[in-house]
């Protein structure tokens, strides 16, 4: 895919990102349907396989979840640079792609975190501190089930994938109900997703 970004683009991609990390209650993960919504519905900066992969890479490495953030600002770069053939071209604005984002996605948060973090501390025995910490469990439940549902969409939502829809609602139940560690769970998804049963 061969995009043209100019400096006012990668300014937007960095006020989007700016705007979506003081949205992220719960994790970056929560702001999935917007990123999506944004990179690849309206600007057409990314591809749907492209965003899932994303994702799906950033959460199976090791290390922080934000991971994916960086690998979406990566394929913008490199699809801003023509593709992966413009070898050094490639690699410098796949670089800025994945500086841009992962600096929009941190700043704000982080510093907020820190500032409001300390004062919650301090304040943690007045009501509406822990009204606040009540109301915003569903605000962040909501958001992650918006993710999934994103997620699930592109997969795509019919009949032939009835065995992933049967793993994802047995999982959801045995997480719920049991003591079974979700560890084991994501093993036993990658083992069938291995000998292709899913």
Known sequence: MSITLNFADWIALLSHFLTLSLLAIGGVISTVPDMH???????????DHQFNTAIALGQAAPGPNVLFVALLGW??????????????LAWGSACLGMTVAMLGILLPSTTLT??????????????????FKLGMAPVVVGLLMATGWILT???????ENWPLWLLAALSAVLVWRTQLHLLWLLGAGGLLGWFGLV
């Open 37 to 47: 919504r944004y990179l690849v519905d309206e600007q057409h900066w990314l591809l």
């Open 75 to 88: 394929n913008v770069g490199l699809n801003a640079a023509g593709g992966v053939q413009n070898s050094a």
């Open 114 to 131: 820190f500032v409001a973090s300390r004062w919650g501390h301090q304040n943690r025995e007045l009501r509406a501190v822990r009204a």
């Open 153 to 159: 969409m592109n997969l795509g939502a019919t009949a």
